[in-house]
């Protein structure tokens, strides 16, 4: 008797072919909340120009009031004057910034002058008393090395 019945596609495992699977998004929801974003958009676009158009440029708009500022100056270019001067004169005068500590302040043009006749010299730092730390010490600084005048034990010695 011939066999009637569809072909049965069957792997070598003996599994037959099932159905095709369902896509995992659902297009429409997609296209439908794409759709009314675009809308959404177009909408307000269409709102903003009528409003410009309408009531914006009406010729029953008031004008833009203009409000003064505040008087935070009464006369700026006095001000500004005034400490262009109070600047002026400090650059140009010698003066005591710290009395105590013996820290003065001289003119600009006479500090450059003393620096241009010290040459090389004048950019110096002031001398520093040195320090020099007792022996057999390491300064302050930790390290591995032995003191000076010791000697090191050497790796034969180390191994016995």
């Known amino acids: 008797m011939p066999d009637t019945a569809a072909p049965v596609r069957d792997d070598a495992v003996g ?13 429409k929801p997609v296209l439908l909340t794409g759709l009314f974003i675009v809308a959404f958009v177009a ?36 001000d500004l004057a005034r400490l262009l001067a109070d600047q002026r004169r400090r650059l140009d005068t010698y003066a005591w910034v710290d009395w105590d500590r013996g ?29 020099v730390p007792p022996l057999g010490s390491r300064g302050g600084a930790a390290s591995p090395l032995p003191p000076p005048g010791t000697v090191a034990a050497s790796p034969r010695e180390v191994r016995r």
């Open 103 to 131: 820290i003065a302040r001289m003119p600009v043009a006479d500090a450059m002058r003393r620096l241009a006749t010290r040459g090389a010299q004048g950019y110096a730092a002031p001398l520093q008393p040195e320090r």
């Open 43 to 78: 909408v307000t676009l269409a709102a903003l120009r009528f409003y410009r158009d309408v009531v914006i440029t009406s010729p029953n708009t008031e004008p833009a009031r203009t409000v003064a500022g505040p008087a935070l100056q009464r006369d700026p270019q006095a």
């Open 15 to 27: 599994h037959a072919e099932g159905p095709p699977e369902a896509p995992d998004i659902r297009v």
